[in-house]
């Protein structure tokens, strides 16, 4: 176990896979064994003047050092504890980590076991775990922990060296094509919009070569004035649009839309504090248009039928009540060309799943946590779970990520007396639960980094925060972006609770 005071960050990398070849005289080689390899470094993020934040280590003579996010320049030599269990949670193997790697063939983690990776502090007095059933693993996992010289301040995990180089693209007109009942119009990049009165030229620095023109249709009889035509958030509906490559002196002639449908809030078990329609073009999420989220409001909206490199997506955050509970909600659902042309409402937000009734998550003394009171009901989903039992002097703080399941397998530890901690915890009192179900189609690997990444802070130092890790999968800020932005057009629905 850890015996330094000292909290972890998590890194996962995902590396290229070796396929097995042949030599010049054609005989075929081997494969290499699959392998999981952990490793463990003095890691945070600093900022440096005039440049974004960057990914930083420390050797333990002080020296600084950089660290990129495909090796580690210089580990340190440390101890830990890594734990494989199988599927029911019992420990089939343990290694303390002796050096600053660890490599072991994949095959000794069972299927559907898990890898637990576990911190101590103050000799065991408080246990920090996070643990990943084998479907959740990636190749290559980095451990780290910040330096206690370096202040949060200083913890600054933004964008690194993976953020694209911006670039100016100036003189976008955009103008209306005849004919239409547009009032303003807007430009928007993968993660930025702007709406102007005008038709005239625009100035975008953006990273990006592409772009949504689109023109917006008056503002409802009855709100208020339409001179603040600068407000982007505000529901209203698309009449033209069209997607361009950015390029200086570009004009963009928008072309009108015809399709119509009616979008209405829905009332009575939802309770909406945003939602909108994204579109999918060449893989990448763009939104559409904002829509109106109080119950029963609508707008009407526009959408093109006839462009096959489009897909839309309707999404979703608020809560629902459902069985007597009250979840949070967050989804995004595709739309087929019958449910844009007939109108939407609840029926197509999410009502296609069976929100599971709520229960207090309990430990039943047997190494089982009931989260929920009923299965995913057929649905694939994927989950984490976070709590913490204390018992005495002792604290166990633990998420796990696995397949969503009602009755969710705990890992356990091997020591019997952290084990004791956790089956006396009974009904918890700290726990946070999300559940997200998802699609045949959907990119599960895509899907289990969107989740994490919205639970990762790794400049928090809160423990009793369950809903972000205390060993937390470190994300560039630009990254959580743009997995933000790719959930939108994730096929999901994803419902939380917590206590308290």
Not at 62 to 83: C, E, H, M, W, Y
Not at 425 to 440: E, F, K, R
Request: some cysteine; overall charge negative; proline content about 4%.
């Amino acid at each position: 176990m850890f015996n330094k005071q000292l909290l972890a960050i998590l890194i996962p990398l995902t590396l290229s896979g070796c396929g097995g070849g042949s030599d010049d005289g054609g005989s075929s080689q081997p494969k290499p064994t699959p392998k999981y390899t952990f490793e463990f470094a003095a890691i945070y993020a600093k900022s440096s003047p005039g440049s974004n934040c960057a990914v930083y280590g420390e050797k333990q003579d002080g020296k600084q050092i950089l660290a990129t996010k495909d090796r580690v320049i210089s580990g340190i030599n440390t101890t830990g504890t890594i734990l494989i269990h199988d599927d029911l949670g019992n420990v089939v193997n343990t290694y303390d980590v002796e050096a600053n790697k660890l490599t072991i063939n994949q095959s000794l983690v069972p299927a559907r076991g898990y890898v637990t990776f576990v911190l101590a502090k103050e000799e065991g007095a408080e246990i920090t775990a996070v643990s990943y059933q084998k479907s959740a693993l990636s190749q290559t996992l980095l451990f780290g922990y910040p330096v206690d010289s370096v202040s949060n301040d200083d913890r600054c995990i933004t964008s690194g060296a993976t953020e694209p180089n911006e670039r100016e693209y100036t003189n976008v007109r955009v103008d209306v094509s005849n004919g239409s009942n547009a009032y303003s119009v807007g430009i928007t990049t993968q993660d930025k919009k702007t709406l102007s009165s005008n038709f005239g030229a625009k100035t975008i620095s953006r990273s990006f070569s592409s772009a949504l023109g689109v023109g917006y249709a008056d503002k409802a009889a009855g709100d208020p004035p339409n001179t603040d035509i600068t407000d982007i958030n505000t529901p209203r509906e698309i009449t033209d649009y069209k997607f361009f490559n950015l390029a200086n002196g570009t004009t963009v002639e928008l072309a009108p839309l015809s399709e119509t449908g009616d979008w209405t809030a829905p009332a009575n078990t939802y309770n909406l504090t945003s939602a909108a329609l994204y579109v999918d073009y060449q893989q990448t999420p763009y939104i559409w248009q904002n829509l109106p989220h109080i119950a029963g409001e609508d707008i009407g909206y526009r959408y093109d039928p006839d462009n096959s490199n489009l897909d839309y997506f309707l999404t979703a955050e608020g809560s629902v009540d459902a069985s007597g509970d009250q979840w949070q909600l967050s989804t995004a659902q595709q739309l087929s060309d019958t449910q844009l042309s007939a109108g939407l409402g609840r029926t197509d937000l999410a009502d296609s799943i069976t929100v599971p009734q709520q229960t207090n998550a309990n430990i039943d003394g047997s190494g089982t946590l009931s989260a929920y009171g009923n299965g995913a009901d057929g649905q694939a989903g994927i989950q984490r779970i976070a709590y913490q039992a204390t018992e005495g002097s002792t604290t166990v703080t633990h998420v796990i990520y696995a397949e969503a399941n009602a009755q969710q397998t705990i890992p356990m530890f091997d020591d019997n007396n952290v084990n004791a901690v956790i089956n006396n915890a009974g009904t918890l009192s700290n726990y946070d639960i999300s559940v997200m179900y998802t699609s045949d189609n959907t990119d599960q690997r895509q899907a289990l980094a969107a989740l994490m990444a919205e639970h990762t802070d790794p400049g928090q130092s809160d423990i009793t925060d369950l809903s972000l890790d205390n060993l937390p999968v470190l994300f560039t800020t630009y990254e959580r972006e743009q997995l933000a932005r790719q959930k939108k057009i994730i096929d999901h629905y994803q419902i939380s609770t917590s206590n308290p």
